[in-house]
């Protein structure tokens, strides 16, 4: 079966058409748009159910938290378990774990006898599961998809995790308002929102149906020696690895320079200016942040249907240069649409850098450690966000323009690293010799 799907790619077309030819991958791709999308149905309910019981910002914030910690700290843990088994099993295994969690919710909502304090029980839980989830989820793509197609795989799944991240919150919303009618914070409210999670919980039914028929390349073998190992031994592994690599090094510190400075003034920044400084409000920060998320979308498509994995290290020390001269130019804005533009234009860079660097992590990456790997980038990506944001809350507070052009020279500076970093001409030597894309027909 393996082996036919991968026969059947092996013909014309970019990157993306060819990866949609493979069946495990279309498996992989329709089970987890559905999961997506339920993950927008549970943000829009549980954040809704938290507002409707107890009118209380903070709850909302104690039980994102609770949710948010164990699944930053324990996707290192995940990276270690998933290079132990394999990445199908675990993400197996933490569906269904969260079905009979979401499940369980659902039930209780409906019948009117859920708690606020089981709600901060059932997010430590959905968190701590979800951090195994994550990196099995990244390191899965290489054992069902030749290894010149993972660049189209990626953008497909990245560009639908854009499109879900826009309607998603929309149906999800728009499902509460249409059982609950009229009525605002009643039974109906509630029922309504004990629906949303039903459908959250069937999109779980449809992930774990479809990990279920995929059947992924075996695993390379494991010596008895590794099996023994400890996580945390295992973990220790992971981490050395990635550090004694200049690349890998490379690429952890500046996605986590990144992350710092670039979270904070998106989440906390951004509405703080446009409250502010530009007329349309709210709506001029939902402008903004949608012009960053359409310019993510067309960067990842355009990576999916490029075929040569050529100049990244010029690109990604030219990107940082823009992101920074992009960060300086929003501390002046004074027009929501100049600040769309200068969005959309960022958007576009981190939407084709990130597939091309997650495409080369999979590639060079040796299969039993992709997990660990995975789960360092997850961890770089998320687990330094809330100082990112904390920080930006007291800076914006002080100088709003100052936020934002001290981001911006603080990525000059992370630029001005780059260029002494002679992993960033290696990266261009090692990317150059990776398999292109063959679009010769069969």
């Known amino acids: 079966m393996i082996e036919e799907s991968v026969a059947a790619a092996e013909t014309g077309g970019s990157p993306m058409q060819r990866v949609l030819r493979l069946r495990d991958f279309r498996l992989l791709w329709l089970g987890q748009a559905t999961s997506l999308l339920g993950d927008q149905f549970h943000f829009i309910a549980l954040s809704w159910l938290v507002l409707q019981l107890t009118g209380d910002p903070l709850t909302l914030g104690i039980m994102l938290a609770l949710a948010g910690i164990p699944r930053a700290i324990f996707t290192l843990v995940g990276g270690a378990v998933t290079d132990r088994f394999s990445p199908r099993a675990v993400m ?92 605002q914070g009643g039974d109906a409210e509630q029922s309504a929102i004990g629906i949303a999670l039903v459908v959250d919980a069937l999109t779980f039914v449809v992930s774990v149906a479809t990990l279920w028929l995929i059947r992924p390349r075996p695993a390379p073998h494991t010596d008895a020696g590794a099996t023994r190992q400890s996580v945390w031994q295992s973990m220790k592994i992971g981490l050395r690895y990635a550090w004694e690599r200049p690349i890998l090094r490379m690429m952890l510190i500046l996605i986590s320079a990144l992350n710092v400075l670039i979270v904070g003034p998106l989440i906390v920044g951004i509405p703080v200016l446009a409250d502010a400084r530009l007329a349309e409000g709210a709506a001029a920060f939902g402008i903004i942040m949608a012009a960053f998320s359409g310019g993510n979308l067309i960067g990842i498509v355009v990576a999916g249907m490029v075929r040569t994995y050529r100049g990244t290290g010029a690109l990604t020390l030219l990107l940082v240069i823009v992101f920074g001269a992009g960060m300086i130019a929003m501390g002046f804005i004074t027009t929501t649409w100049a600040g769309a533009a200068i969005m959309l ?18 590639m060079r990456t040796p299969p039993d450690l992709l997990g660990r790997i995975m789960s360092l980038i997850l961890f770089a990506n998320v687990g330094l966000a809330p100082l990112s944001q904390a920080a930006a809350g007291a800076l914006s507070k002080a100088s709003l323009t100052g936020l934002f052009v001290g981001v911006g020279l603080a990525m000059f500076g992370v630029a001005a690293w780059l260029v002494t970093q002679p992993a960033l001409r290696t990266i261009d030597r090692e990317m150059g010799e990776m398999p292109a894309a063959d679009t010769s027909a069969s």
């Open 92 to 183: 197996l295994i933490s569906d269904i774990v969260r079905l009979v969690l979401t499940t369980l919710l659902a039930v209780l909502v409906l019948t009117g006898t859920l708690q606020v304090w089981m709600l901060y029980g059932f997010s430590f839980v959905f968190g701590f599961v979800s951090g195994f989830f994550m990196p099995a989820a990244m390191a899965i793509l290489p054992a069902i998809v030749p290894e010149k197609d993972l660049q189209g795989g990626n953008a497909l799944e990245q560009g639908t995790a854009q499109i879900v991240g826009i309607v998603g919150p929309v149906l999800a919303g728009g499902l509460i308002a249409w059982f609950s009618g009229a009525e």
């Open 345 to 362: 234009f960022m958007g576009l860079g981190n939407g084709y850098l990130s597939i091309r660097l997650i495409t080369y992590l999979q």
